[in-house]
Structures are given as structure tokens and as C-alpha cells.
């Protein structure tokens, strides 16, 4: 049922990312895609699990070097794309 | 009681994560979009360690790693440089997914793995691999370390073939008894990070904002696997998200250059050159003369393409800009979608440069009024103005759309040289009558346009 439920969600959210990505204009393909890019960082949260919640020696390694990988993808991804957001400006706040 | 807490912080997450990216759609919301997304980044971060961690060495070790390079990474590049960057980051993501499928396999004691489950598994480290691999050769090729050329050998697709086959073979025998000792995993990890070499080795660089959009792509279905390996319903969400949202760019992008998805990943484009040859007279001009007739243009438009970012000119090119809009002319800055090396490519630029978002215009926007156009400046762009692509049916790239500057009134061409463009086709705008070549590093071409200005 657990995993019924899973693919439901994950159905729908599907649609949704193609609806919400459609109406996004060329000029912000880049930072819509490093913005994306951050989010699929959320690895993250499930790389906690090997990391901190067992014995393992192996699960808590590979958890670790999970943790990193992620928290560069996230921590990166949203920075750049806050640094390039930062630059498009409209005509009215480039003549200030 | 601790788990259904995290559920619901969650819902806010993923709440977030959907209104950031729907803000991400206008100039003018987007940064607040973003920082909104980063704060259901926190909010689902928190929830997972307050519910998951209960020793916490290697979690803080890591996040403190991530975080310098990360931290490091994005302010030191070079807008220029954005992307390799954006390729470093979701090879870095999908490498993440591929551990955590990875680890999953030690968090249940033998035998307790379910069929379902261990695909999942199998999944997240298949797709997480082949994202970290192929978003290393991307990186390499579009920083030039590596050669950007499409890499073509005989008997490639049979290697391929092959190689997917193994892979189907690893997987079926790896769910059969998953366990971390089975040599199939091994086999499965081997042959996931060869796949994504073999997956981008054969394509060339003027197709990387295929490559790019695709792996991010990649990057999200990864998570969304890692997610259901463990059970977690905000890996599906934000994984599905991101999933969806690159394929709609890698579509964008495929239909901009009139391609198939098949025809951009497996063709070896660039590689093969047809298409006929063009003969004639080119017409150079001198920068004094360039600028008389800037200097009496009414309507200038703008053509970027990759070479704007290689020469640079992005900051000259808006200075001049400025001076033409002074001048009591308009301005626009005409953007094909596949112009540079990733979607947005030269939006990102120009933004950098302070062009106001509003003078950059889409190539939809530009061709019904191109013939209102006194002067269309092309710099260093070739194939996505090549009125090949629309007359000569035996042509490569024939059917892609691209930017009618041919239908101007006079075309300016920036060049260094008369050496075809990246596809190696040759362009027939620059044998037009009313193209003048304006030959020179496109940097100081446009400085000397500016000084005639300024005398």
C-alpha cells in the first residue's frame, strides 16, 4: 500500500513540475535550472538516515560522503542562483 | 510522534518548494522564489535530522565539508563560467543519490529487502551514477579540458548496446538477492559510471544545453529514487519536481534546434559534416564605417551566441548599447534558446552586464518585426542565424528555427575569422547582400565602435 501510495504522489507531482515549468520565460531557463538543481539536493534528508542512525561502519561512510555531496549541491545551487537572480534587473531599478 | 512531525514539516516543505519554483516564472519574483525553495530546503533538512540522527559525527562532518565547497564554489565562479558549474553541482547530486541508495542496503539487516525496494535501490545508484559521470565529462567539456568535439568510434552503439544489456542483466540478478555483498551491486556501480561516460562522450559541445538540462534532469529522477528506497516522501516530491522540470527544458531545447532527443544523444552530431557548400563575396566593413550607419539606425538589434561569452563582450556589448539608446534608438537583445552552452545561457550574461530584462527578447518576439530592423549585430553566433536552416533542405541543421537576421535590413557579423560555426556547416548569411563582416576579436571590435562614438 506504502508504495502504491508513493507513485501516487509522485503522479501528481509530476504533472504539477510540468505546469509550473512550462510557464517559466527563456530568460530565466538558467536560474530556474541551478534553482531545480539546488532543490534536487534533498537527498540530503535521506542521507541522514546511513549517516547517523545506525552502527554500520559502511552505511555511516557512505552516508557521510552522501551528506557532502548533497550539502555542496544544496548549499552551491541556491547561492548561485541568488547570485544570479541578483543581476536581472528591470529598466527601472538599472537606471537607479 | 517524532515521524508524523517530520511528515508534516514536509507538506510545508514541499508546499515551499512548488511556490518558490512557481515565482521562479517572472524576473521580478524570482529571487524571492528561490530564497522561499532554500527555506523549505531548511525546514525538510531539520525535520529529517531531528527524526533520523542520533549520532551525529558524520552528518556534521559532512554538512561542514559541503557547505565550504559549496559556499566557495558559488561565489568564486565566473559567470562565464556558470555551466560547468551547473554541471559540477548536479553531478555532486546525483552522486549523492547513488551513495544513499548505496547505503540503504546496510540499514536492513540480510535477507529483510524487499524485490521492490532493492529496484529502487538499483535505480537510485543506475541513474545517480550515471548522472555523477556524465556530468564530470560535461564539466570537462564545456571548461575545454576536455575536447568539447563529439567523440565517434566505430562499433560505439555496439558497445553501448552491450553495456545497457550487462546492465539490465546486473540489475534483474541484483533484486534477485540484494544484499551488500553481491557482486552484482558492484558490477551495477561499475557499469552505471561507465554508462554515463559512454552517454556524453559522443556529443558535441553546441548540444550541451541538451546534456545540461537532461542531467538535471537525471539528477531529480535520482533522488526520486533514493526516495523511494528508503521510504522518504519529500525525496519523491522535490525529486519529481526537478525531475519534470528538466525534461520540459531538454524538450525546449531539442525543439530548438528541430532535433529528436535520440538524434541529440546518440547521433555523434558535429561530427559528420554535409550539407552544401556556400560560394560568393563577403562584404567587410571597417569600424568607421560601422558606425556611420549604426549612428543613423533607428532600430538595433542584438544576436548573441557563445562567442559573446568567449570574447568576454558581454560588458562592451552593453555599453554600446546604452550609447545606440541615447542615440534615440531602440535597443533589444534577440536570444535564441539554444544560444551558448546551457538553456538561458545568454540571458545570464547580459543580466550580468545590467541589461534590463526587458530589452531581451525571444526569438518568437523578434522574427515577425526582424524587417523593422536596421541593424542586426550577430556576435558570435552562427548556426542559430543560419538561413540555412531554412532554405537548404540537404542542410544539417535544415528545419531548426533560428533568428531571421537575413531579413534585416543590414546584418553586422562579428568574427574572428571566416572558419565555419561549431556544426561546421557553412552560412550563407555571410555571402548576403546586406551582411557586412566586421571581422577582429569581437571585444575590441565593439570598444572601437564605441570610441568613433565618443570622437
Not at chain 2, 559540477?88 to 547505503?103: D, Q, T, Y
Not at chain 2, 564545456?142 to 568510434?153: D, G, P, Q, R
Not at chain 2, 538535471?216 to 533514493?226: D, F, P, V
Request: charged share 10%; aromatic share 8%.
Amino acid at each position: 500500500m506504502e508504495t502504491v501510495f508513493l507513485t501516487f504522489i509522485l503522479v501528481l507531482t509530476v504533472f504539477l513540475g510540468f505546469e509550473l515549468i512550462s510557464k517559466v520565460p527563456a530568460t530565466l531557463h538558467t536560474p530556474l535550472m541551478s534553482g531545480a538543481n539546488a532543490i534536487s539536493g534533498i537527498t540530503l534528508a535521506g542521507a541522514f538516515l546511513a549517516a547517523g542512525s545506525t552502527d554500520n561502519d559502511m552505511a555511516n561512510w557512505l552516508g557521510g560522503a552522501a551528506v557532502t555531496f548533497a550539502t555542496i549541491n544544496v548549499v552551491g545551487g541556491y547561492l548561485v542562483t541568488d547570485r544570479m537572480l541578483s543581476m536581472f534587473k528591470s529598466k527601472r531599478s538599472a537606471a537607479k | 510522534m517524532i515521524d508524523l512531525a517530520a511528515n508534516f514539516a514536509y507538506i510545508l516543505s514541499a508546499g515551499l518548494f512548488i511556490y518558490g519554483l512557481k515565482m521562479l516564472g517572472s524576473p521580478a519574483t524570482a529571487r524571492k522564489g528561490n530564497m522561499l525553495s532554500s527555506i523549505g530546503m531548511l525546514i525538510a533538512v531539520v525535520a529529517a535530522l531531528a527524526s533520523d540522527g542520533t549520532t551525529f559525527e558524520f552528518i556534521i562532518g559532512g554538512m561542514i565539508i559541503g557547505a565550504a565547497i559549496g559556499l566557495l564554489a558559488a561565489r568564486l565562479v565566473a559567470m562565464t563560467s556558470m555551466p560547468e558549474m551547473v554541471a559540477l553541482f548536479n553531478g555532486s547530486g546525483g552522486g549523492a543519490s547513488l551513495l544513499v541508495g548505496w547505503a540503504t542496503l546496510y540499514l536492513s539487516p540480510d535477507s529483510s529487502i524487499g524485490g521492490f525496494t532493492a529496484f529502487t535501490i538499483a535505480l537510485a545508484i543506475l541513474i545517480g551514477g550515471l548522472t555523477s559521470t556524465g556530468s564530470l565529462i560535461a564539466y570537462g567539456k564545456l571548461s575545454e579540458k576536455l575536447n568539447s568535439a563529439a567523440f565517434v568510434f566505430s562499433g560505439q552503439r555496439f558497445l553501448n548496446s552491450l553495456l545497457l544489456l550487462a546492465i539490465i542483466v546486473c540489475t534483474y540478478l541484483f533484486c534477485m538477492d540484494p544484499s551488500p555483498d553481491s557482486i552484482y551491486l558492484y558490477g551495477l556501480l561499475g557499469l552505471a559510471l561507465l554508462l554515463g561516460v559512454m552517454a556524453v562522450i559522443p556529443i558535441g559541445g553546441a548540444d550541451m544545453p541538451v546534456v545540461i538540462s537532461l542531467l538535471n534532469s537525471y539528477s531529480g529522477i535520482a533522488a526520486c529514487a533514493a526516495g523511494f528506497a528508503i521510504n522518504n516522501n519529500i525525496l519523491i516530491v522535490a525529486g519529481s519536481l526537478v525531475g519534470a522540470s528538466g525534461i520540459i527544458l531538454t524538450n525546449i531545447m531539442c525543439k530548438a534546434m528541430n532535433r529528436s532527443l535520440a538524434n541529440v544523444l546518440f547521433s555523434g552530431f558535429g561530427a559528420a559534416k554535409s550539407g552544401k557548400a556556400v560560394e560568393g563575396e563577403v562584404n567587410p566593413v571597417s569600424v568607421e564605417d560601422a558606425y556611420y550607419i549604426l549612428e543613423a539606425a533607428s532600430n538595433v538589434c542584438f544576436v548573441p551566441g557563445y562567442g559573446m561569452a568567449v570574447a568576454q563582450a558581454q560588458h562592451v556589448v552593453k555599453e554600446l548599447g546604452q550609447i545606440l539608446e541615447a542615440n534615440g534608438c531602440e535597443v533589444s537583445y534577440a536570444i535564441h534558446p539554444v544560444a551558448g552552452r546551457m538553456p538561458g545561457h545568454m540571458n545570464v550574461l547580459l543580466a550580468e552586464a545590467d541589461v534590463p530584462y526587458e530589452q531581451l527578447v525571444e526569438m518568437d518576439d523578434i522574427n515577425p518585426r526582424i524587417e523593422n530592423v536596421d541593424v542586426a549585430i550577430v556576435i558570435g553566433a552562427n548556426d542559430v542565424v543560419n538561413p540555412s536552416a531554412r532554405e537548404d533542405e540537404d542542410s544539417p541543421i535544415y528545419g531548426m528555427p533560428i533568428i531571421n537576421v537575413d531579413q534585416a535590413r543590414t546584418v553586422f557579423v562579428l568574427k574572428r575569422s571566416m572558419a565555419s560555426g561549431f556544426s561546421g556547416v557553412d552560412n550563407p548569411l555571410f555571402f548576403g547582400e546586406n551582411t557586412r563582416m566586421l571581422f577582429g576579436d569581437a571585444k575590441e571590435s565593439i570598444s572601437g565602435v564605441i570610441s568613433e562614438f565618443g570622437s
